[in-house]
């Protein structure tokens, strides 16, 4: 893991879960508690059966954009190599989309929304 570049990723589902973290990175991950304002929550059901073995469900989180007047999801960034962003990249389902976004903290971070324009669960 040497010299890998450094990536800040906003969590607010399954790749919290300790159980996760230890099948797809092989560590615990340290984070920070932050929010993404702007969205809200929504879920959605998974049938792809290494996610589900992974988090224990098939029904995850997924974010929507909000039009609601100071609405924000609470979640935790987390740092993690190169190596690590591609691996969440093969956890996460078609349903989401790993997108640039700036937390309540005013941190760059990457996140997975929703994947289908307009999506509003």
Known sequence: MGGSVRHQLFSYGTLQLREVQ?????????????????????????TDPEVIAASGTDRHPLLVASSGEGEAVEG???SITDEELASADGYEVDDYARVRVVLRSGTKAWAYLGARPGWTG
């Open 76 to 78: 935790t960034v987390f």
């Open 22 to 46: 230890l099948a797809r990175f092989g560590r615990l991950l340290e984070g920070a508690p932050d929010a993404l304002p702007g969205y809200r929550t929504t879920y959605i059901e998974i």
